[in-house]
């Protein structure tokens, strides 16, 4: 993640479903630990027809760098 500049990663299962977040800090935890116990669980997702504006509120407003975009089953779509 650090060596690709990003400072988040979103977590999915083998079906691309949403599992959590894993942002910048908490990689400065223990390096044996794994990804389930770092990541933030069940992170706020936005489906694809949700306006732009009211997206842009939310994370504004809960000062969120980034939001997942999922299907309504959970598939990370973006």
């Known amino acids: 993640m650090r060596a690709a500049g990003w400072k988040a990663c979103v977590v999915v ?3 691309r ?3 959590g977040l894993l942002r910048e800090n908490e990689l400065g935890g223990d390096p044996n630990q794994r990804i389930e116990q770092a990541m933030r669980p069940g992170p706020s997702t ?3 027809f949700v306006p732009i504006e009211e997206l842009a509120h939310y994370m504004a407003e809960h000062e969120l760098p980034s939001a997942p975009i ?3 089953d959970g598939r ?3």
């Open 13 to 15: 299962n083998g079906e």
């Open 17 to 19: 479903v949403v599992l």
């Open 46 to 48: 936005f489906r694809p």
């Open 70 to 72: 999922t299907t309504s």
């Open 76 to 78: 990370l779509v973006g």
